[in-house]
Nanobody, 115 residues
């Protein structure tokens, strides 16, 4: 079982920035990757960015150049720096962690971008 705790969401104006953090509890199994998903109202949850323990990152096209994902393996934490926010970035952002056996989710943190 991996417990994920997110923080850092909020209400910002378009063009603003936020830093989302996710802390993962210790796991009996190695965490292979962590990332952030988001779900906008009325839409499916989508991957925003992910990072492997080796440091390889992957971003959805719409956030490239604006969002930066980083990780601290020693602390089991990931950080998502979100810049140049747009109203379409609004949604609930969920932290995700994957082991070889399961995927785990945080409770989500709301990001609202006003125009």
């Amino acid at each position: 079982q991996v417990r994920l705790v997110e923080s850092g969401g909020g209400l910002v104006q378009a063009g603003g920035s936020l830093r989302l953090s996710c802390a993962a509890s210790r796991s009996s199994f190695r965490i292979n990757a962590m990332g952030w998903y988001r779900q906008a109202p009325g839409k499916q949850r989508e991957l925003v960015a992910s990072i492997t323990t080796g440091g390889s990152t992957n971003y959805v096209e719409s956030v490239k150049g604006r969002f930066t994902l980083s990780g601290d393996n020693a602390k089991n934490m990931v950080y998502l720096q979100v810049n140049s926010l747009r109203p379409e970035d609004t949604g609930v952002y969920y932290c995700n962690a994957e082991t070889a056996y399961s995927a785990y989710w945080g409770q989500g943190t709301q990001v609202t971008v006003s125009s």
